[in-house]
């Protein structure tokens, strides 16, 4: 089974919805400027499957985005509500907001987290992360409930810039690739390695059809996420989903190993882009 469960870490999971929304939303932007989405979005989720080992029995909730692609980069507002059941018949509650940003060269990212769930007060820690050549090392700096900075490496990427790598590997055909990201986690969880599968495009017969948003065509896309420096052959989570031309994801799977949980697009809405001429 993988290493990691939201019980033990829950800034894992959110971390992986966080990267997903990333890549869902902007990785359009990367070719064509009349491809650009930028919307609002809802998931409902649910729980997948489950083994005999899995002391999680049931998950539900749900996930709101709104995404905004600005002249000088890109803003995301994000809300989560978690609920998992146990074996036990505990039952808790988790509440994540987070407002993002990351500019459009791929070397500045700023984000504000604020969380709390059933046995924990708020916790609430902003922070910004910085590439070469805009500082003269790359650094993750945090302040309020993580007063730490962190050195990166040179070759680590933001959402944003991972996105565009992903998509360029697929539109080139290419089945594999993999690079080290960071996003808006806790400081020992920020920086991942994620390897990700390619699929061929595929029809999407869905009877969820939202005009703008859903297209006729997805990419299955498979991403193993590592913790930074380990050895381990192990992933800690790995995302599947379903990436359109557009860049929308309209469903995912995240698997844990011993349970996975389901997520599908229930509503979403375009915004108006911004004029920047």
Request: glycine share 6%; aromatic share 14%; with cysteine.
């Amino acid at each position: 089974m993988f290493n990691t469960w939201p019980g033990r870490n829950f800034k894992a999971f959110l971390a992986a919805y966080f990267f997903l929304y990333c890549l869902a939303c902007i990785a359009s932007n990367a070719y064509a400027k009349s491809s650009i989405v930028s919307h609002n979005a809802n998931y409902t989720l649910s729980m997948g499957k489950k083994n005999s080992n899995a002391t999680v029995q049931d998950v539900a909730g749900k996930i709101s985005f709104t995404l905004n692609a600005q002249c000088d980069g890109w803003s995301l507002i994000e809300d989560y509500f978690f609920r998992f059941l146990y074996e036990t018949g505990e039952e808790i509650a988790i509440f994540s907001h987070s407002d993002s940003w990351e500019d459009k060269n791929g070397q500045l990212f700023s984000f504000d987290v604020r969380e709390r769930n059933s046995y924990e007060p708020e916790s609430i820690y902003t922070g910004y992360a910085i590439l070469p050549p805009q500082s003269d090392i790359a650094e993750a700096s945090y302040t309020g409930a993580y007063n730490d900075t962190l050195i990166l490496s040179t070759d680590i990427m933001f959402p944003i810039t991972y996105t565009r790598t992903i998509i360029d590997a697929a539109k080139q055909g290419r089945k594999f690739m993999s690079g080290k990201i960071f996003v808006n986690s806790t400081p020992e969880d920020a920086v991942k390695t994620a390897s990700a599968a390619i699929g061929i495009k595929k029809p999407y017969k869905s009877d969820i059809q939202i005009n703008g948003v859903t297209t006729s065509d997805y990419w299955p896309v498979d991403i193993a996420y590592f913790k930074a420096g380990t050895t381990e052959s192990i992933p800690e989570y790995q995302i599947q989903m379903d990436l359109h031309d557009n860049g929308v994801v309209t469903d995912f799977m995240i698997n844990y190993g011993d349970f996975t949980v389901h997520a599908s697009i229930s509503d979403a809405q375009l915004i108006e882009e911004v004029d920047c001429m």
